[in-house]
């Protein structure tokens, strides 16, 4: 299930909601790519300290924090479908 977000600046970012199969496979490496590099240190040093256990359980919330970074930093629902699966998931409000 993928949302699509929109900055008034015009960029939009699509976003998968729930398991991050990008994380799982290629650890931090993801976030690097996506511009993310806050979450990116974060899941790196995590993964070296704790021998990548952290990394299971970035697995299952990356995915949440990336999109809730998104809107704290002003993207909005880019259509009324990422709008509903945003509220149905709790992102926001309805």
Not at 7 to 32: A, D, N
Request: hydrophobic share 45%; aromatic share 20%; net charge positive.
């Amino acid at each position: 299930m993928k949302v699509r977000l929109k900055h008034e600046s015009g960029l939009i970012r699509e976003c998968k909601v729930g398991f991050s199969w990008t994380v799982f496979f290629f650890g931090f490496l993801p976030p690097f790519f996506r511009g993310d590099w806050k979450w990116g240190l974060i899941i790196l040093l995590l993964g070296s300290v704790t021998f990548g256990f952290s990394n299971v359980v970035f697995w299952f919330i990356y995915n949440g924090i990336y999109i809730k970074d998104l809107l704290q930093s002003g993207y909005e629902p880019a259509d009324e479908h990422s709008r509903a699966i945003l509220v149905n998931k709790g992102y926001i409000l309805g």
